[in-house]
């Protein structure tokens, strides 16, 4: 069994809060809008680490991650990468991706918007934790915490990190 911290969207910002749920993990994922590879460097010291850059990631980020990033833990096959279009109606790129090597479950980040959800006629599951960072027009800045174990996925949390305009914690400029 593995335990999984998924996040998107940090547009450059970490906090105290995010580094808490990170400690309890076993890997944390970023799906992308990195935004300042600091991010990742602090979360990798925390825990094994898998990203994907989004676009507002720049060259460096770009050599670092991957656009995809496909993988299998304890029995279930991934698809992780930023831009992938509402659950059900991916963009061409990805629907293309997702008919040659069908994944159990599709992750990506981009639209800042919470998403759990089966898709029916692809027989997968569709996630994209929200936004974690303090910038867009997301109203609470979320994350979700998850097992892996036996081919499933167990134990599906919303973590809730508080109001975008409400956070106290500094970026990752500050932290180190």
């Not at 809008?33 to 990798?44: F, N, P, R, S, Y």
């Not at 990033?69 to 279930?76: A, D, H, P, S, Y």
């Not at 809730?160 to 932290?175: D, P, Y």
Request: charged share 20%; proline share 4%.
């Amino acid at each position: 069994m593995k335990k999984i911290l998924l996040l998107s969207d940090t547009h450059g910002h970490v906090d105290e809060r995010m580094l808490v749920y990170a400690e309890a993990a076993d890997e944390i994922w970023h799906a992308g809008d990195i935004g300042d590879l600091k991010v990742t460097d602090t979360l990798a010291k925390i825990k094994p680490l898998r990203a994907v850059y989004g676009n507002i990631d720049g060259a460096a980020a770009r050599v670092q991650f991957p656009e995809n990033n496909c993988f299998t833990l304890e029995g279930v096959n991934f698809f992780m990468t930023h831009i992938g279009g509402p659950a059900g109606k991916y963009t061409p790129r990805v629907r293309e991706l997702l008919n040659q090597n069908p994944p159990n479950v599709f992750i990506c980040g981009h639209s800042h918007i919470l998403k759990v959800m089966q898709v029916k006629n692809r027989s997968l599951l569709h996630l994209n934790p929200g936004a974690a960072g303090v910038q867009g027009f997301h109203q609470m800045r979320t994350m979700l915490r998850f097992e892996v174990a036996a081919g499933k996925l167990q134990n599906m949390e919303v973590i809730e990190l508080g109001k975008r305009g409400k956070a106290l914690a500094q970026t990752v400029q500050g932290t180190n």
